[in-house]
């Protein structure tokens, strides 16, 4: 298997590890640290994730801070279960 990631799987890891965050969030040092990623990739993504609702963006203490919706949750949610469902077919997402 190669070890990119193509864009579903970089939205479902930042949507996870942003909800692995709690409702405090995650701020964008350990958000690129912990999804490996770089920082125009992480902005451009994270810039999707917000418009669509999946994530919000707050300042605090001149930080960006990123916490995950609800809507955000339930995409998750729906993206686990379908990449359970690919890999039990050996299908890797």
């Known amino acids: 298997m190669s070890a ?3 864009s579903v799987k970089i939205i479902g890891d930042v949507l996870r590890i942003t909800d692995e965050s709690g409702m405090g969030g995650v701020n964008l040092t350990s958000l690129l640290r912990k999804a ?3 920082y ?4 451009s993504v994270a810039g999707k994730l917000v418009q669509a609702g999946l994530m ?8 960006r801070i990123y916490v995950i919706t609800q809507q955000g949750k339930e995409y998750l949610r729906r993206y686990q279960q379908f990449a359970e469902v690919a890999d039990s077919f050996g299908l890797g997402l």
């Open 36 to 38: 490996n990623l770089s």
């Open 4 to 6: 990119y990631r193509n």
């Open 56 to 63: 919000s963006e707050q300042a605090q203490n001149g930080q």
């Open 40 to 43: 125009g990739r992480l902005a």
